[in-house]
């Protein structure tokens, strides 16, 4: 009779892990940054169809990257309970943190588990307040712990380098347009050092703008926009560059 194959728990769970982090890392880049009037998401998105950044209630969008079958069926649900939640209590009772809690309850179910794969998915869950301060970015890891961000945050492909970039550059009274400018350059942050191109049709882009008058804070910036933005800021800076190689004035007074 042969002897049964036995793996320890502690290799089980790093095995499913590394599993997961691997499948994580196939997936397009995202990031999340804080600006003056709310917090903005840029994903690298060809699709104009399958959203990987999405309303869940009035001041909270959720983020995903990864699996796109695994985190749309997390959003769906995520988008239930808030609806419900919202309409059994009070609107003012569906927070980020409420549903950051509901996700980690689930993706720590399906990680531990002995049957199922783990998820292949990283999940952002962010709710604007009435000030900065008032400002909450979750981070959720396929094995459904819960990391409290601030500032700008990043996830999937090549994120390390991303997230450093971002630490590095990024300041919470940066309007718009800075702050979208920052995200694409990040994003176009290779391994080494090097950088690709990223046009704007291939970025989805979405903010929690915390000025908007009505309920809902959040909004897709479309294409138009965007282009505009982007277009602004590389102006600016090429003025700037030649403002600053114009020939210097003559020293000295004329012979």
Do not use: C, W
């Not at 959003?75 to 209590?89: M, Q, V």
């Not at 720590?108 to 990283?122: D, L, N």
């Not at 910036?221 to 114009?246: F, K, M, T, W």
């Amino acid at each position: 009779m042969s002897t049964p194959f036995y793996v320890s728990p502690q290799q089980a769970m790093a095995d499913r892990a590394e599993y997961a982090r691997k499948g994580i890392a196939r997936g397009r880049s995202l990031v999340v940054l804080q600006y003056a009037d709310g917090i903005v998401f840029v994903a690298e998105n060809p699709s104009r169809a399958l959203h990987k950044v999405s309303e869940i209630y009035d001041r909270i969008a959720f983020a995903a990257t990864g699996k796109y079958n695994e985190y749309e069926s997390l959003r769906i649900g995520g988008t239930r309970y808030a609806d419900l939640r919202g309409y059994t209590y009070d609107r003012q009772d569906v927070t980020a943190r409420g549903l950051a809690n509901l996700y980690a309850q689930t993706l720590g179910t399906i990680f531990s588990a002995t049957v199922e794969k783990p998820y292949e998915v990283e999940l952002l869950v962010a709710e604007v307040g009435a000030t900065p301060a008032e400002d909450e970015i979750y981070r959720l890891p396929h094995d459904g712990s819960i990391i409290d961000e601030h500032g700008s945050v990043a996830v999937g492909g090549n994120s390390d380098q991303i997230g450093t970039y971002l630490s590095q550059r990024h300041r919470d009274d940066m309007d718009l347009g800075e702050a979208l400018r920052l995200a694409v350059d990040s994003l176009r942050r290779e391994s080494g050092g090097a950088e690709r191109e990223l046009a704007s049709d291939q970025l989805e882009v979405a903010v929690l703008d915390r000025k908007r008058p009505q309920q809902r804070k959040f909004k897709r910036v479309l294409q138009r926009q965007l282009s505009a933005l982007l277009e602004a800021g590389e102006s600016a800076e090429a003025g700037a560059d030649a403002d600053a190689g114009g020939d210097e004035a003559p020293k000295g007074g004329s012979e």
